[in-house]
């Protein structure tokens, strides 16, 4: 994979530890060659010599261009998992309060010592794409195994501020 980065920001862990990779893939949903969204996972280890001591795996999806999510919680920003047939919830797009206002998102996966949360399987997520200052609503499916997402189809709608279900094309 070409989007894989790695460092060594703590030097203690030693050279067979490499205690950060990050892979981040740019999505572009609606191909007018501007990046939508971003899926970023990200693998950082932390040694008690550094006065913490977790092993953190995160998931997210974010956007730089201010493409809002469907959140099921936008305090603690984890994404809205739908059924295909479901409606989207207008409301529920909305900021995560974890990210900048400027990179809105969401988490699939956050697992570290302090919180559980993993979205596992098929997971069909609610976003908006901001095109000519009008917002389209859509969809993506994702297979989530752990640590790997696959992009498996999506669906923008063609007409601005037009709600589609979950699925529909």
């Known amino acids: 994979i070409?989007?894989?980065?790695?460092?060594?920001?703590n030097p203690r862990l030693g050279d067979t530890i490499c205690p950060f990779a990050l892979s981040i893939t740019d999505i572009d949903l609606n191909k007018d060659e501007i990046n939508d969204f971003q899926i970023v996972l990200s693998h950082e280890l932390k040694?008690?010599?550094?006065?913490?001591?977790?092993?953190?795996?995160?998931?997210?999806?974010?956007?730089?261009n201010n493409n809002p999510l469907s959140l099921s919680n936008d305090s603690t920003g984890y994404v809205?998992?739908?059924?295909?047939?479901?409606?989207?919830?207008?409301?529920?797009?909305?900021t995560n309060m974890r990210f900048?206002?400027?990179t809105p998102g969401g988490y699939l996966m956050n697992i570290n010592d302090k919180e559980s949360f993993r979205?596992?399987?098929?997971?069909?997520?609610?976003?908006?794409v901001l095109k000519n200052n009008h917002y389209?609503?859509?969809?993506?499916?994702l297979k989530v195994d752990f640590f790997k997402v696959t992009i498996c189809e999506y669906a923008i709608?063609?007409?601005p501020d037009l709600m589609i279900k979950i699925g529909q094309k």
Not at 2 to 8: Q, R, V
Not at 47 to 64: K, L
């Open 2 to 9: 070409n989007n894989i980065k790695a460092g060594a920001v």
């Open 100 to 102: 900048s206002l400027n």
């Open 119 to 128: 979205l596992n399987g098929d997971v069909f997520c609610g976003l908006k």
């Open 157 to 159: 709608s063609a007409q």
């Open 47 to 64: 040694d008690s010599t550094c006065g913490n001591s977790f092993d953190e795996f995160v998931i997210q999806i974010n956007s730089w």
């Open 136 to 141: 389209f609503f859509g969809w993506i499916h």
């Open 80 to 94: 809205e998992n739908f059924n295909l047939g479901d409606d989207m919830i207008g409301s529920s797009f909305t």
